[in-house]
């Protein structure tokens, strides 16, 4: 079965500094892997996916994600933190079917000043 | 284009009343589902349906059924509700076989 793990519950940073968000999966076979951002009181938007190809993929909000096949990792990156990008944060494997997707339990982001 | 609408925002109830959550999408998508967010659990999935006329079970369905009125409609019906169904229920909809899914705001639910 497949699974994620995302290590940190919470992490606080400074505006302006940078970020990485961790995420392990377990999966058999080449994975679908997703990030997703919560903002309080809203749904998941999703700020990128891996499918095939490239590794390092790059998604909306200036984030980007790599995707370590020896690691079993996609850590979600992002150069400079507005404080606008304090949320939850959630990492997802899917399998390739359209009904196999797991979420991890999210790290949530504090932006200080 | 509203995306994925769910009614409704919040609702309490009382242990053993009924009640359905509503979802719609114009998205055109296929795949519709039904998940539950806990603090620390992250998100769970209750049912989803594949395809219009279709349903199955994902990860936590007991004490829940669900049905797909049309392509555009999935509802949440929680038949005698209890305080361990206290939770915020989104609803998504996924692009098929790619699983990219969009999600709508979320319904809070409190049972006491």
């Known amino acids: 079965a497949q699974s994620v793990t995302q290590p940190d519950i919470h992490i606080t940073v400074s505006e302006g500094a940078s970020l990485e968000l961790r995420c392990n999966y377990s999966?058999?076979?080449?994975?679908?892997l997703f990030w997703y951002v919560q903002s309080p009181g809203q749904g998941l938007q999703l700020l990128l996916k891996?499918?095939?190809?490239?590794?390092l993929v790059q998604g909306i909000k200036g984030f980007e994600a790599e995707f370590k096949r020896s690691q079993s990792s996609f850590n979600l990156r992002k150069p400079s933190v507005h404080w606008s990008d304090a949320a939850e944060y959630f990492c997802?494997?899917?399998?390739?079917?359209?009904?196999?997707?797991?979420f991890g339990t999210g790290t949530k982001l504090q932006v200080i000043p | 284009n509203a995306g994925v609408t769910q009614t409704p925002k919040f609702q309490v109830l009382k242990t053993g009343q009924s009640m359905t959550l509503q979802c719609a999408q114009d998205m055109n998508h296929n795949s519709m589902y039904w998940y539950r967010q806990d603090p620390g659990m992250g998100l769970r999935l209750i049912y989803y349906?594949?395809?219009?006329?279709?349903?199955d079970k994902g990860e936590v369905p007991n004490g829940y059924n669900v049905s797909r009125l049309n392509k555009r409609e999935f509802s949440l019906r929680l038949e005698s509700a209890a305080p361990s169904q206290t939770s915020v229920y989104f609803c998504a909809t996924g692009e098929d076989y790619q699983e990219t899914q969009y999600f709508g705001p979320g319904t809070r639910l409190l049972v006491l």
């Open positions: 891996y499918f095939s190809g490239d590794t």
């Open positions: 349906s594949a395809s219009e006329g279709t349903t």
């Open positions: 997802a494997v899917g399998s390739g079917g359209y009904q196999k997707v797991t």
């Open positions: 999966y058999g076979a080449t994975p679908y």
